[in-house]
């Protein structure tokens, strides 16, 4: 993927359309498929925006809103550029060290788009 378009509104309709190129491999398959910047405002370029399906376009916004380096509460575009609607995370392994392998596993047990827990992977 050579770039990875999103979408920022205000909910009237106007959009704002951003396109980067994509620096992250959050699925952890060997393709970079998200964006990593400062969604949150806290200066730290801890939050992501992911393209989940391969299409070019952002689709979940992932947010570290604890700063502990690990995104755990995904958004969905709600259609206006909003990034208003939970993400089901499912399950998200997560490179820890750098290494190219995932070292942990975000789970997101009851559905509502945040992690419930945090598994080692050995």
Known sequence: MDGLEYFFGTGDGTLSTWHSP??????????LDAVALDFDGDGLRD???WDTDADGVADRAMLDLDDDGIAETGFTDSGA???????TLGRLEI???????PDQALEDTDGDGRADRVVPLF
């Open 95 to 101: 490179d820890d060290d750098g290494d190219g392998l």
């Open 22 to 31: 994509a620096d992250l491999d959050l699925d952890h398959d060997g393709t």
């Open 47 to 49: 939050d992501a925006m």
């Open 81 to 87: 550029g909003l990034w208003e609607l939970p993400a």
